[in-house]
């Protein structure tokens, strides 16, 4: 499992984000996380990791804060909420429209769902 997560992490490296959403969507629908097997198996395994992964595409800064945040968020009950805040730097970097309180229940559906999202977008935004 150690081994897959290292994997994972290296395929998934930091991406420069610099185009907006052609139509102020997501590329891919929330519920279309199967496409992305891989990112959606290691966001339900390790959802800290894609995350942190996520907002440092977008900084092009250090995951390492950004995965312990989000694990001390989910250690407390707060997952859907820094969840929803990171897809809102998403939303807000893509210019894609949406609220935090639909970033929130997103999350709080489903977060691996929501995560491989996320992570999809800013693939096909570095691409």
Known sequence: ???YILIM??????MS???????????????????????????????????????????NGSSVKDTIIYT?????????CIGAYGRGVVRKTRHIEGSFMTDCLTHLCCTSCALTQERTELIQASL
């Open 1 to 3: 499992m150690i081994i």
């Open 9 to 14: 992490y290296k395929v998934h490296s930091q």
């Open 17 to 59: 984000i610099t185009a907006k959403s052609p139509n102020g969507k997501f590329h891919a629908d929330t519920f279309e996380c199967t496409s992305q097997c891989s990112t959606c198996l290691f966001a339900f395994v390790c959802p800290c990791i894609v995350y942190a992964q996520n907002q440092a595409a977008i900084t």
């Open 72 to 80: 001390i968020a989910t250690a407390i009950g707060f997952q859907s």
